[in-house]
């Protein structure tokens, strides 16, 4: 699977971004699809997936701030940033696989695309 993710940019504190990732290739119709970030000098982490079935799930830092969302029939997985903080800076990556809170549940990734958030 092939994962190209779009969206990113520059945004001043509490702006929003919206962030697409399209999937081609031999998609899966069980596949989970999620969004990983990773901060300059930290470790990637988990933001937000969801399910085939539509049911999302997020950490507890972006909950009430960010949307994930999907549409099966172009395999495309969408997140939706508002109230971005300056703590939101980062390279955010989708990734497709069987899904949870690890990287480890995701056999495939995007490229990666950028998101800054000035204060």
């Known amino acids: 699977v092939q994962l190209q993710a779009s969206g990113g940019g520059l945004v001043q504190a509490g702006g929003s971004l919206r962030l697409s990732c399209a999937a081609s290739g031999r998609t899966s119709t069980t596949y989970q699809m999620g969004w990983f970030r990773q901060a300059p000098g930290k470790e990637r982490e988990f933001v937000s997936a969801?399910?085939?079935?539509?049911?999302?799930y997020y950490k507890d830092s972006v909950k009430g701030r960010f949307t994930i969302s999907r549409d099966n029939a172009k395999n495309t997985v969408y997140l939706q940033m508002n109230s971005l903080k300056p703590e939101d800076t980062a390279v955010y990556y989708c990734?497709?696989?069987?899904?949870?809170?690890?990287?480890?549940?995701?056999?495939?990734w995007g490229q990666g695309t950028l998101v800054t958030v000035s204060s």
């Open positions: 969801i399910t085939w079935t539509k049911i999302p």
């Open positions: 990734a497709a696989g069987r899904g949870g809170w690890y990287e480890n549940g995701y056999d495939d």
